[in-house]
């Protein structure tokens, strides 16, 4: 998965990935492997394996539409959300658009059938990745042309979903 993040006016480039166990974080290419632990509540401790700190991070949706407050061991960060739920397109506006997967997970609802008309941001599929369902969206206007997957299959990042034309 990968979300661009803006704090203090610079945006960064985060990419998570599973590996077995293990959570591998590039923070603008630079790859940290961290043990994370959900705590419940937004709460989160994340364990360096590499340097043994460890630190407990708590993150709540903001004021505004997609930012969110990060408090890291006391520190409070503001951050805007840039990118990472969207759906993905290929082709113009004339041509087939695909909604790809923005993470790895597994399906857990598709919520059109082909030839089904569907509108720009409508709900097509439901994604489980990490314990939570994201349902993601028609990038444009259009008939659903062909279905790639199955409930209960499972994903990889970038992976298509389906192709609305």
Known sequence: MRVDIE???RV???????RGKALVVRLDGIERVVDATAL????????????????????TPGREPGSVDVLVDGLSIAARLRSGRETAKAGGPRGAGKVTAPMPGK??????????????RQGVVVVEAMKMENELRAGRDGTVRDILVAEGASVDAGAALLVIE
């Not at 419940?40 to 993150?59: E, K, M, N, Y």
């Not at 399906?107 to 720009?120: I, M, S």
């Open 40 to 59: 419940g509540d937004h709460r989160w401790s994340l364990r360096f394996p590499d340097s043994g700190t460890q630190h407990a991070i708590v993150v």
């Open 7 to 9: 704090v203090g006016g």
């Open 12 to 18: 960064r480039v985060v990419e998570l990935e599973h």
């Open 107 to 120: 399906v857990v609802k598709v919520l059109v059938t082909v030839g089904e008309q569907v509108t720009a």
